[in-house]
């Protein structure tokens, strides 16, 4: 560990801290209606926007039509989207000076869609080899923008539940979701491209490029818009990258500096829509607690991965690799990661896109040490509440806080109640089936897997290390992750133009079913519990009322988290990670 590594982190979690307030507060402008600085600029477009989609801003909806009406559009785009990509040998920009692209085989294109529509992007197939520009940008990139409004606009109901103070209303589906767009997701991701831009990454149409390289070895160099695919990755919490290895490529992540600038794009939403809730219900108390817990649980995964990975493991030390470039005394684990950012740059990374549902990468996770690389497994079976996707973290987060209340309330004999809303049996229901359905739907998913001749055909190592590459994958597709071990695998012989490739049936139409139905199943029940609350009478603050925003209820939100995780996963830990780091393999 060294000095300059603390630095990082420190930076990164004080512009944190300081850029997630102001963001959330204009956030809260935009989804009250007040008039924003935006509102000059976008304000015509939005009303034309309306009209075209014969919708009605000030018709409220209850949380069943809500529902439907995102069901609706997710299931028009998962259509738009499959046409898109299956149609590639006809599309613009097909050839790129000799490298002719052709449509993924069907099941990976299956996928693929179920990937990106559910804000997961997880990919069985690279990019730069596999998909046209025209693929990138009308079929992915539009995606990953309205795949991140999906998530924003269910948190954004769900709020103004808790906010209500009567009526059945959570708000009218569309309005917020084109106010997400055109007030929070584009501005922001434009700037962003442009700072990418600036610092080197390349936005173009142009050809690949031919080049000799120092030893006289041909190479084709991929070109394309990537800027553009590389910010909306990012601060949607995509993470899907338009190269193969993601944020590790130069074009993608050019230097130390997009290196921080990435990460703080990725958490900048997450984080702020918590300080948009206090905001929304009233409550700065409520919003700096709800951080707070967040805040620490982030900071303890930064922590040990940077240790982890700056020590290197025991198999490492034992032959004698501490001595050589893979580990050191000053660089700690190199192996799978780029020296441009070294180990501090790259654990924070893992965290960051651990902790959201964004899943980009810039070293290799399958590289990590045991102790390290356990760090993203505790990441996601949290069930993205530790800052989490662009809403999914916050919507997932308050269905926690609501079952720390009721616990709470039972453990000391209070009411269970939440800013004056009683909790009854019935949203305490719909909480627990919206909190257990990714983590069962991630173990299903990983014993269908490795119980079956078809799911192994997927699994490259063999050991520990080969059922953690299963279980990530699959819980980190049912997170809507995305990021890998990269072991596990969907498509098989893969070439240039995706010439002779063909997929793993099982493990892309498993994985597509995982996505699909552990997006939206939470969805749907955040809804219900918002439709639940909607109407609830607000009563007045008394002596049985437990206080939720102190530190005493963040010790127990905290608690109430770890318990659940622990509880659900850790025998699938001990089964992958931990048993390799205490047995010190190195795969």
Not at 29 to 55: A, I, M, N, Q, S
Not at 370 to 376: F, N, Q, R, S, V
Request: aromatic share 12%; with cysteine; net charge positive.
């Amino acid at each position: 560990m060294t000095v300059n590594g603390w630095l990082q982190i420190l930076a990164f979690c004080a512009a944190l801290i300081i850029l997630s307030p102001i963001l959330g507060r204009y956030m809260a402008k935009v989804y009250t209606g007040e008039r924003v600085f935006l509102t000059p600029v976008f304000g015509g477009f939005e009303r034309l926007l309306y009209r075209c989609l014969r919708v009605d801003p000030k018709r409220g909806q209850d949380w069943k039509s809500y529902a439907r009406s995102l069901i609706i559009f997710s299931l028009a785009g998962w259509i738009i989207l499959y046409v898109v990509l299956r149609t590639a040998s006809i599309q613009p920009w097909n050839d790129y000076g000799g490298v002719t692209f052709h449509a993924a085989p069907w099941d990976v294109t299956f996928n693929t869609v179920s990937s990106f529509l559910t804000n997961t992007n997880w990919q069985y197939y690279g990019g730069e080899t596999t998909l046209t520009y025209f693929s990138q940008m009308v079929g992915l990139t539009v995606q990953n923008f309205a795949s991140a409004a999906v998530g924003i606009v269910t948190a954004v109901a769900l709020v103004r539940a808790i906010a209500s103070r009567s009526g059945k209303s959570l708000g009218n589906f569309y309005e917020d979701f084109v106010k997400t767009i055109l007030y929070v997701l584009a501005p922001i991701a434009f700037v962003s491209a442009l700072v990418l831009v600036s610092q080197g990454s390349i936005q173009n149409l142009s050809h690949y490029v031919s080049a000799h390289g120092i030893s006289g070895l041909a190479q084709t160099i991929a070109m394309g818009p990537v800027a553009s695919q590389e910010a909306i990755k990012l601060l949607g919490t995509n993470g899907g990258g338009f190269f193969n290895v993601n944020s590790a490529h130069p074009f993608e992540n050019p230097n130390g500096f997009t290196n921080f600038y990435e990460m703080l794009i990725v958490l900048i939403i997450p984080a702020s829509l918590v300080f948009m809730y206090g905001r929304m219900v009233g409550s700065r108390r409520q919003a700096l607690a709800i951080f707070a817990a967040m805040f620490v649980m982030f900071i303890g995964g930064v922590t040990v991965a940077y240790a982890a990975e700056a020590h290197g493991s025991a198999a490492q030390h034992a032959a004698g690799l501490h001595t050589q470039v893979i580990a050191n005394s000053t660089g700690g684990n190199l192996e799978g990661k780029e020296q441009r950012f070294g180990v501090a740059g790259s654990a924070i990374f893992d965290v960051v896109t651990t902790v959201t549902s964004c899943g980009a990468v810039n070293s290799s996770l399958e590289s990590f040490t045991g102790l390290g690389g356990a760090i993203p497994f505790a990441n996601l079976s949290a069930s993205e509440v530790i800052f989490g996707g662009v809403g999914t973290g916050l919507y997932s987060i308050l269905l926690y806080v609501l079952l720390a209340v009721f616990i709470g309330g039972l453990m000391v004999g209070r009411t269970p109640e939440y800013l004056g809303k009683k909790i009854e049996a019935k949203e305490i229901k719909l909480v627990a089936l919206g909190l257990l359905i990714t983590p069962l739907t991630a173990l299903f998913s990983t014993a269908l897997a490795t119980a079956s001749a078809a799911g192994r055909a997927s699994i490259f190592n063999g050991g520990p290390q080969g059922f953690s590459e299963t279980f990530y994958a699959y819980l980190s597709q049912a997170n809507n992750n995305g990021s890998a071990f990269a072991g596990y695998t969907g498509l098989i012989q893969p070439a240039a133009g995706n010439a002779g490739a063909h997929g793993v049936t099982f493990a892309d139409l498993l994985g597509g079913f995982t996505m699909l139905f552990a997006r939206y199943a939470p969805i749907l029940f955040a809804l219900a519990v918002a439709g639940a609350l909607v109407g609830k009478r607000v009563s007045p603050v008394g002596l049985g009322t437990m206080r939720t925003d102190n530190p005493t209820f963040v010790v127990l939100l905290i608690g109430v988290i770890v318990l659940v995780g622990a509880l659900t996963f850790f025998p699938a830990l001990l089964l992958g990670p931990i048993v390799q780091a205490l047995t010190g393999h190195l795969y």
